[in-house]
């Protein structure tokens, strides 16, 4: 109660604040705290995207054009760091921040000012890893998975700054996550039982004890090639008795989780989409809070399915194929509850539902060439060719990408009161499913072919695909500006709506959704 009483007091505290920056500065709401995430990874995924621009124009055609091939590996370094670190996560945080105490009943996040410190290191952490692209030879090129020795023995001086800025963000992260941990356990409404929370505070509280649980590995990782490098340690050096394997190990075991913390939110913003555009209670509840549970402890046992190349006893490799196969089961049951959800439904087709079944099927299409990867002896053929940048790419594009639209459309209304336009949102939806696939989809044929990943230059024989993908990458960056058009219109007004934007089933509003659409808060003038 007594976290309860503080967080009003610093609400209390903050309606004071002068208005303008400051306000920002100091700020301890949580509503604030979620917009400027929102804000600062919409930044990020534009600088990110940029520089993928980059990577498409340079492979638009065969041989070297457009940029030096150490540039050419700087951008897809930084360009893989910002969109992990620098967008999908600050966006799944922000959402949390914004939408966690109102889906609960509480009054703010239970620890505002760590909330406002866990936002305000994240510019600082990505400004000194944009900085180190100026450094005398350049920035990180190693790749964001920086492997060593490419990280250590061969790397300049920006591994430096690499590594300070991966020690800010997962300090934000870890930060990040306690709140959410310590909000949802202490500060639920009376009656909110763990079995009634919101599917999206579910998948939340499971990603955050895997960001706990995940973090302080990375950190190790990359304390060990600062030692490397500047201290004369010999963890990843054969030279002086370390192993360069030992360092993939630690990689993905922070790595494997990762991907499901940039994937589990997802989860929950889809569960709660679907059930509002299908007029129907989400099919199967537990059974999806039992799936996440599961999806996130076999998370932690797949790790080394990155490292089938690298001369694994059989037994080793028959353990992780077996175990990657294992976690499609949940993820499965994911996919047959939301189709069963729509199943004879009242569906209407809204913008956020639109992002929604697009999620379902491409993510669905990257869970497939996820399980052909998963298979060792083909896995041979495929490791570090297009494939493998087609696979992600749907899973964290079309997934967790298109499910953080998904969630800004459904919630921009509560956010701003206003209603965006529909028109505009459209063409960026239908745009953007369009140029996603032509950008991503012949990366399969490609990568099967055996074009290698992170190389400026390929064969001719790859000229016509290669083509096709640049255009297709250009479009859906381009459409992009879209979305901020859209964002930008609706942020500075537009058609007022009512308490209750979108018609849900009759009676169902509190456990079809979040509470947030359908519900309006009391809350005493201090808080607000």
């Not at 299908?278 to 080394?304: D, E, N, Q």
Request: aromatic fraction near 16%; include cysteine; charge should be neutral.
């Amino acid at each position: 109660m007594s976290t309860l009483v503080d967080s009003q007091e610093q609400n209390h505290e903050h309606h004071h604040t002068p208005k303008g920056f400051k306000r920002w500065l100091y700020t301890t709401n949580h509503k604030d705290i979620g917009s400027l995430y929102l804000i600062f990874s919409l930044t990020m995924f534009i600088v990110g995207g940029a520089m993928a621009m980059v990577i498409r124009a340079e492979l638009f055609q065969p041989g070297l054009q457009l940029v030096d091939p150490h540039f050419f590996n700087q951008m897809t370094t930084v360009h893989g760091l910002i969109m992990v670190f620098g967008a999908v996560m600050p966006a799944f945080t922000g959402l949390a921040n914004w939408m966690i105490p109102m889906m609960i009943g509480a009054p703010d996040m239970a620890l505002p000012r760590m909330n406002n410190w866990s936002f305000w290191i994240l510019p600082f952490a990505f400004s000194i890893l944009l900085m180190s692209l100026f450094m005398e030879g350049g920035g990180p090129a190693f790749g964001w998975t920086f492997y060593a020795p490419l990280s250590t023995t061969y790397s300049n001086d920006n591994t430096a700054l690499f590594v300070f800025a991966v020690h800010i963000m997962g300090i934000s992260s870890i930060m990040g996550a306690i709140n959410v941990i310590v909000t949802i356990v202490n500060l639920r409404a009376p009656g909110m039982t763990w079995m009634k929370l919101p599917l999206f505070v579910w998948t939340w509280l499971i990603t955050a004890f895997l960001l706990i649980a995940v973090m302080p590995v990375l950190a190790g990782a990359v304390t060990m090639v600062l030692t490397d490098k500047y201290f004369g340690t010999s963890f990843f050096d054969a030279a002086g008795g370390g192993d360069p394997v030992m360092f993939q190990h630690i990689f993905w075991f922070f790595g494997h989780p990762e991907v499901y913390i940039m994937i589990l939110p997802a989860f929950g913003i889809i569960s709660t989409i679907v059930p509002t555009f299908s007029r129907k209670k989400l099919f199967g509840y537990a059974s999806m809070v039992y799936a996440t549970s599961s999806i996130a402890l076999l998370s932690f046992v797949v790790w080394a399915h990155h490292m089938f190349t690298t001369g694994m006893p059989l037994a080793g490799e028959l353990f992780f194929m077996y175990a990657t196969m294992l976690i499609s089961v949940p993820t499965g049951v994911k996919v047959f509850n939301w189709v069963a959800t729509m199943w004879r439904g009242s569906i209407t087709f809204e913008i956020p539902m639109l992002f929604s079944i697009a999620f379902i099927v491409l993510f669905t299409l990257g869970g497939f060439s996820g399980l052909m990867l998963a298979i060792t002896p083909a896995d041979f053929q495929y490791h570090d060719t297009y494939f493998v940048v087609a696979h992600f790419h749907y899973v964290l594009v079309t997934g967790a990408v298109f499910s953080i639209m998904a969630g800004a459309y459904y919630w921009l209304p509560k956010w701003t009161g206003h209603m965006f336009n529909i028109t505009l949102a459209k063409w960026h939806f239908w745009l953007s499913l369009v140029s996603v696939n032509i950008l991503f989809f012949p990366m399969h044929f490609v990568g099967l072919a055996g074009m290698p990943r992170r190389i400026p230059d390929y064969a001719l024989q790859f000229a016509d695909f290669n083509a096709i993908i640049s255009i297709g990458g250009f479009a859906f960056g381009l459409s992009q500006l879209l979305f901020v058009v859209v964002v930008y219109k609706c942020a500075r007004g537009g058609e007022s709506v009512p308490n209750k934007v979108w018609e849900g089933a009759e009676g169902l509003e509190w456990e079809v959704a979040s509470p947030a659409p359908y519900h309006t808060f009391s809350t005493p003038p201090e808080v607000k």
